[in-house]
């Protein structure tokens, strides 16, 4: 527990790490001038990508941006809270069923009832969360993978979800008279959720709760005497996770029309989990490249048929292999 | 007493390391507990800060009883504490370790950090200033921005002392923290120690197993010996204490200081 009487040993000074140069090419953002101009680039580039491409690669792209917000709700319950959550597809389909059902059931509007979603989805974590998070780690990774299959079990056994053919029909919203349905507005609207989701992890990362993760993530004993309270930081964590979950879930549900069990698999959780870990837990630029990886990289491998899931596989491997702490370098030195 | 255990008993599958201990810290005192290795020192601790379960007795501090609380709510209560071995939240500059300690005296939730009230933003500068100010008070301000882990030893004791100190503690434990010092490092913390007494009128609760710091620092001394408290005064009183010098006869660091 908190202290070993028998190891009394001086603990040595961590040895600086050397810099690579990926870390040098990371210096340009300690520049704040460089770093506004890199994120201004990209901002350019996402609001002409639908105008370059066609409206295939708009609708890939838009897949990919859904996956930035999936990853970085992902990323402060593995990355920061350091969190094993095998089921976060759990709450995706929360999100995406409650607008489902609430549209079909209710004469509620799409916005009104974004927050029933939200709130369902938060009080999905605090179920889960509050009685698991207490224990150790890996109780909470079997628990999470129970979970995720008993939400997409219920979803596909229950008659309010519409059974295994899932719910169909879901009306397009529209806002001050817009109607969003075409597949590029539905692009921006992720583009927007994606900024949104970037600017919320900064500012709770660089935050008294974003803090306190990364505190109980190194060390829960010294944490707890500096006055954390470990479970209920944790359970923050996951109640913020699932709300992310939530809102890509429920934007998903809109842009599609048509939602059914089978988009809230197992495999859909993986994904999101291997985007986390192949980018860099707790690191938002690693974070979002990884959930671009995962989206498009099958599709960049199109050409090579039914070899492309392996060759795709195979990369990650390797990547993992050599970089397991993820594509993008650590920056403090 | 601002610390008042009475009876406090704790045993691990059958063997007890604590026996009735019945032992108290005065309002702004400067007190050591002493004994010979694996006497129960910082198992002592442990069951004042809620990280051991005592199985009898109990632990009063400041009017409330501690035996039951979790060890954020017993910081919260003011008391704060160092470790044995040093616990630094490791790929973290010392300027955010020391910040934890302003934790629980604030209050922001994730709502005021995503959306940065103007609450949230005074109790941001306010945790930093503090921190700051404690790195000042234990004289390592300039190694603010450097990871905690990479700086001397000597200094990494002090990033614990002041993250300890940012909690705004009314008693502070501190398990050897001379252990692993050079003679002149011993020398600044006891001006240190001194100072968080005077200055901060924080009360200091001290382990520590050299001798001529405990003698010159402390205005009394607990020895505890087999989980047993076997004596109890000042500096002069404790040193000729025949059952003391039982107790750490055979002992060579005790021989050798008392
Ligand atoms: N978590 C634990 N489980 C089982 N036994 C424990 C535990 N913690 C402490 N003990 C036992 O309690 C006794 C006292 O240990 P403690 O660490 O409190 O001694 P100490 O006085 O701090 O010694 P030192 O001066 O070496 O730090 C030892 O025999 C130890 O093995
Ligand atoms: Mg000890």
Redesign the pocket.
Known sequence: ??????S?RRRDPAPSRPNTGVAQLLAVFDDPRKFWLAIAVVLVAVAVAPLLFGQYATVILTNALLYVVLCLGLNIVVGYAGLLDLGYAAFFAVGAYAVAILGQQTALGFWAAIPFALVAAAAAGVIIGGPTLRLRSDYLAIVTLGFGEIVRFSARNLEITGAASGISGIEQPSLFGWHIDSPTEFYYVFALLSVFAVIASVRLANSRLGRAWLYVRHDEDAAEAMGIDRVRVKLAAYVIGSIYGAIGGIFFAVNLGAISPESFSFEQSVLILMAVILGGMGKIPGVILGAFIIVLGPELLRDLGELRLLVFAVGLLLIMLFRPSGIWPSRKS | MLLKLSDVQ?R??G?T??HDVNFGVAESALTSLI????????????CITGF?KPQGGSVVFDGHELLRLKPHRVTKLGIARTF?NLRLFREMTVLENVMAGMHCRTHAGAFAAVFRTPGQRREEAEIRAEAEDCLRFVGILDEKDRIATTLAYGHQRRVEIARALATRPKLMLL??PAAGLNSGEKDELIGLIRRIRDERGVAVLL?E?DMGLVMKVSERITV?DH?RLIAEGTADEVRRDPKVIEAYLGQEEGEAAL
């Open positions: 527990m908190a202290d070993d009487a028998a009394r | 704790l691990f599958a063997n390391v604590l004994g010979p290795n694996g006497a129960g020192k910082t198992s002592l601790f442990n051991y044995q398990d050897e382990i197993h505890l989980g």
